[in-house]
């Protein structure tokens, strides 16, 4: 008996809000077979695995082999025409942890970004001062993004839909063709189809992106510095803020 598919299909089913007569309906089967399979009295055939499948948008592999049921609403992530789902993970105290994305990983991220294995695998914190929703922790490389050095990590919330972009605010970018992106974000998407990536450090040029390679979508939320700045650093990052504020090219000073 596959004991993770009964307690799928019975938190799937609360997750919709869903009495087993109503589930039933929606299935046009009787109400006494949705309480067989969840109490794991019988196995749902390959036809009615497709259904909950098609119904919760969900591939059946997921279905049948992820215990989904630490899984919220706002964990569903949108993975072409379905949703495969990532539970916000909790630890013993009950408080969200997030997944690191490590610097020598970053380049297989978007390889194993829909693979429940390969985030299951990645190393975990907690940071209990963060908002709700589901966060992630991806390496920064490079000086694109000052005051931020390279090998920092920005933490980041996932945001569901292209529309809730909010125009000037920073986010990572996980694209086709170029992974993780962390850069300043503008909305073009209602004139051109696309958005724009503008580094603050303003040597690098800004690119647009067409939303049709957007993998994923995270709103900075904190970062996360690892190594200690020196005094001639933060002074020299803080007039390249300024600078960059006033919108003066920086290629000179490089």
């Known amino acids: ?126 940071l209990p001062f963060l908002p709700t929703g589901k966060h992630r922790a991806f390496p920064i490389k490079g000086d694109s993004m000052l005051p931020l050095k390279d090998g920092s990590y920005v933490v980041a919330r996932f945001v569901e839909s292209l529309d809730d972009i909010k125009n000037g605010t920073t986010y990572v970018v996980v694209t086709l063709n170029n992974g993780i992106t962390y850069k300043r974000v503008e909305n073009n998407l209602k004139t051109q189809g696309s958005i724009r990536l503008v580094s603050d450090n303003k040597a690098y040029e800004a690119f647009e992106v067409p939303a049709a390679e957007i993998v994923e979508l995270w709103e900075f939320t904190c970062s996360i510095n690892t190594q200690e700045y020196d005094a001639q650093e933060l002074k020299i990052s803080s007039i390249a803020q300024m600078l960059t504020e006033l919108q003066v090219e920086l290629q000179s000073l490089r």
């Open 1 to 126: 008996m596959n004991k993770i598919i009964h307690k799928n299909i019975r938190h799937l089913r609360k997750l919709r809000g869903l009495t087993q007569e109503q589930f039933a309906e929606e299935l046009q089967v009787p109400r006494s077979r949705i309480g067989s399979y969840e109490e794991g009295r019988s196995e749902p055939p390959i036809a009615m695995l497709v259904a909950f499948s098609d119904l919760f948008k969900i591939p059946v592999d997921i279905l049948i082999k992820n215990d989904l049921t630490s899984a919220q609403d706002h964990s569903f992530i949108e993975i072409g025409q379905q949703r495969v789902l990532f539970p916000i993970q909790v630890d013993e105290t009950n408080e969200n942890v997030i997944e690191v994305v490590p610097v020598k990983a970053s380049a297989g991220y978007l390889l194993g970004y829909d693979d429940p294995e390969y985030i299951e695998q990645l190393e975990k914190i907690k």
